[in-house]
Nanobody
Framework: QVQLVESGGGLVQAGGSLRLSCAAS????????MGWYRQAPGKQRELVAG???????NYADSVKGRFTFSRDNAKYTVYLQMNSLKPEDTAVYYC?????????????WGQGTQVTVSS
C-alpha cells in the first residue's frame, strides 16, 4: 500500500516563502502522475502544479512564476517551493500520486497540510 506524508505547511506573511514536501512509501513500480492540489474554504480542490510521465510540468495560472514543482525520483519525494505568497494562496495543500505498486494501480492522496498567508 502506498502512503504519502506531507510536511512544510504553516503560517507566513504575504511575500514570504514556504516549501512543501511529500514523501511516498511503499513498493512503487512506476509513477504516472504526481501533483500538488489545494482547497480553500468553500472552494473546489484545484491543481496547483503537477508532472506527468512525459515530464511535462503544469502550473495553475495563479501560481506561475511564484511556485516551483520539483521531485527526487530516488526518494519518491516531491516538493513545492512557494515564493511571493499571497493571502489568496491560503488553503489546505494536498499531494497526489498515481501509479503502479506491487499491489496494483494506486491513486493516493496525502493527508493535507495547511498553508496560511497573512496580509
Amino acid at each position: 500500500q502506498v502512503q504519502l506524508v506531507e510536511s512544510g505547511g504553516g503560517l507566513v506573511q504575504a511575500g514570504g516563502s514556504l516549501r512543501l514536501s511529500c514523501a511516498a512509501s511503499g513498493i512503487i513500480r512506476s509513477i504516472a502522475r504526481m501533483g500538488w492540489y489545494r482547497q480553500a474554504p468553500g472552494k473546489q480542490r484545484e491543481l496547483v502544479a503537477g508532472i506527468t510521465t512525459g515530464g511535462t510540468t503544469n502550473y495553475a495560472d495563479s501560481v506561475k512564476g511564484r511556485f516551483t514543482f520539483s521531485r527526487d525520483n530516488a526518494k519518491y519525494t516531491v516538493y513545492l517551493q512557494m515564493n511571493s505568497l499571497k493571502p489568496e494562496d491560503t488553503a489546505v495543500y494536498y499531494c497526489n500520486v498515481v501509479g503502479l505498486s506491487s499491489a496494483g494501480a494506486f491513486n493516493t492522496w496525502g493527508q493535507g497540510t495547511q498553508v496560511t498567508v497573512s496580509s
